[in-house]
């Protein structure tokens, strides 16, 4: 239970200490604006100029947003809003569950407000068994040779029940996924069934520095590094004794959002008993998926499958010529273009949820679902989206619209999410769309 404590209540060393711990957990490592919007507010309160406390200061103050900044061209404030909530909501259910003093930030203010935190205690057992009625015995009866061991049999299956009763399971085990989640993923989500988790692996070129004489023979194509590009890398620090920089091709490189993507569909598979195979797209081949259980993470301008798989599909992730943007489209009709701030970050992007049929064997069968979307957000929010009981009951919802009591065997939904340095932060419904075939079988 959440109580609110009067401002006199909570000194201002009590406080910092509660945002210093909060800033330094690992929940908020990785998120640096995030850290910055919480310090900012938190100072400000702590300081007693909460009253100065606005989207506009947050945005110029807090997130170096220029003083032109206008909330109704720009929603960033309002998403990272969104997001802080989130990210401490996840801190104290995970990592400092038993947090005495919390920070709370509630929806529609940017104000922080500093909460106690009382547990519940736990309801006692014994208050939900009702007192024992005392009846007259019966007359006796004629005994029978069986009445022992029916007796005997009955007095041990009461004991057990009663066990399985005060150990709060009756012949039940629970079930770690959710219902909705096995409908939505179908039999990648059964006990040992195996699942391929493929990554897209974009072509790059990588920089390496080699001594004079000692460039490696095994590397089939070595070109000399551009001088603006070894100038940048010398102020890395990263030279190996002076020798001189070259570039070569690679595909062993993975982006960022696709790696958290593959993370969390493994660690779903993994958590249903599923036998997830981790692997990189050069090492999968289009045949390959035909009859198999595939997970496909990545996007068409980088990866040769994703881009063969939406070639015929409704919607796809397409480059708009005049914004000169990476957009979801059905190439007609609805385009879900980005959004930007006045630093030219993206603050709004798409991802894109396919899910295919590999087979043309009726329900049950094997599958493959395809995540992407702009940048390797997009995949990132996709696939949180589809493993979200909460999203998948929207996308449910959406479906009886059109008549559809269940998931169909092929379909696609777009997600919204909102960005920071090109991760994920959230991801929302926008459109789906379902298809009579699917592009796997053709």
């Known amino acids: 239970m959440l109580t609110t404590l009067p401002a006199r209540d909570v000194s201002p060393e009590e406080k910092r200490r509660v945002m210093e711990r909060v800033l330094g957990s690992q929940t908020f490592s990785r998120s640096d604006q995030l850290r910055r919007f919480l310090q900012y507010i938190c100072e400000k309160d702590i300081s007693g100029k909460a009253d100065e406390i606005n989207e506009y200061s947050i945005a110029v103050d807090a997130l170096g947003r220029a ?29 400092d569950p038993d947090a005495e003093l919390r920070i709370e930030m509630p929806k529609g203010r940017y104000n922080p407000h500093f909460l106690s935190h009382t547990p519940a205690s736990p309801p006692r057992l014994a208050a939900t068994f009702p007192e024992p009625v005392l009846r007259p015995a019966p007359p006796p009866k004629p005994p029978r040779v069986w009445k022992p061991f029916l007796a005997g049999a009955l007095t041990a299956a009461l004991l057990l029940a009663a066990g399985l009763l005060v150990n709060g399971s009756f012949w039940r085990v629970d079930d770690p996924i959710a219902p909705i989640l096995r409908e939505a993923w179908g039999p990648m ?9 493929c990554i897209a692996s974009p072509p790059a070129m990588l920089l390496h520095s080699y001594k004079d004489g000692q460039r490696p023979a095994y590397v089939a194509t070595l070109l000399p590094a551009p001088p603006e ?3 940048w890398y010398e102020r890395l620090q990263m030279l190996d004794g002076g020798g001189d920089l070259y570039m070569h091709t690679t595909q062993d490189i993975f982006l960022f959002g696709d790696s958290i993507a593959s993370t969390s569909a493994v660690q779903l598979l993994s958590q249903s008993g599923a036998l997830p195979q981790l692997a990189p797209e050069s090492d999968l081949r289009a045949f390959a998926v035909r009859g198999w259980n595939v997970v496909l993470i990545g996007s068409p301008n980088y990866s040769p499958l994703v881009a063969r798989f939406l070639m015929n599909a409704p919607f796809s992730v397409r480059y708009d010529p005049v914004k000169r943007e990476e957009v979801v489209s059905d190439g007609a009709k609805r385009v879900f273009y980005p959004s930007r701030d006045a630093h030219g970050m993206l603050t709004k992007a798409y991802g894109l949820i396919t899910v295919l049929p590999s087979q043309a064997d009726g329900e049950g069968v094997a599958r493959t679902l395809i995540f992407s979307g702009i940048t390797s957000a997009g995949p990132q929010a996709a696939l949180e989206f589809f493993r979200s009981p909460e999203g998948l009951r929207v996308l449910k919802a959406k479906l009886r619209l059109d008549g559809l009591a269940k998931f169909p065997l092929a379909y696609q939904v777009v997600v919204r999410c909102g960005l920071d340095h090109n991760l994920a ?18």
């Not at 032109?68 to 969104?82: C, E, I, L, Q, W």
């Not at 989500?189 to 988790?197: M, S, T």
């Open 189 to 197: 989500l059964n006990a040992g069934e195996k699942v391929e988790v």
């Open 67 to 95: 003083p032109d900044y206008s909330p109704s061209d720009d929603s960033s404030v309002r998403t990272r809003a969104h997001a802080l909530r989130q990210k401490l909501q996840e801190y104290y259910e995970v990592e």
């Open 229 to 231: 590009i070894s100038s």
């Open 425 to 442: 932060l959230n991801w929302e419904y926008e459109a789906h769309q379902v298809m009579k075939e699917s592009p796997l079988l053709h």
